[in-house]
């Protein structure tokens, strides 16, 4: 049976999840991104703001994702890591209009977990990927 890619995983009776998916199965060449943070490509911050972070990180995904041949569409999974659980949540309109228009859907499986601290002082969110391009 072939699958298309991405499946979208959901057992019978349980509520679709909102802003991800429980699990997602996908058949074709494997791409693993980085943790991406919000500076430009030159390593350079523009702001402190937690949802302009967030959508550069988001778009140095796709950025990456594109050079595999690969489109949003193909994320699989994503593993996000915030300073602040606090500023997230509060920045959550702000980070859903942005993967709205630079991911699209939420079909990806996703973890977000608060962390200390990330390796660059000024980041506050460092977003990971894996993606399946379908052959």
Do not use: C
């Not at 991104?33 to 402190?48: E, K, Y």
């Amino acid at each position: 049976m072939t699958l298309p890619s991405p499946q979208v995983l959901l057992p019978a009776g349980w509520p679709r999840p909102k802003g991800y998916a429980n699990g997602v199965a996908a058949r074709g060449r494997m791409v693993f991104i980085a943790g991406m943070i919000g500076w430009d490509a030159q390593g350079v911050f523009h702001t402190d703001d937690f949802a302009a972070q967030a959508r550069q990180a988001l778009q140095h995904i796709v950025d990456v994702l594109a050079e595999a041949g690969g489109r949003p569409e193909h994320i699989v999974r994503m593993t996000w890591y915030v300073t602040d659980k606090r500023e997230y949540l509060a920045a959550g309109r702000e980070v859903g209009h942005a993967f709205r228009e630079l991911i699209g859907a939420y079909n990806a499986a996703m973890t977000a977990v608060e962390v200390r601290a990330l390796m660059e002082d000024r980041a506050k969110v460092e977003i990971e990927a894996t993606a399946v391009v379908p052959d």
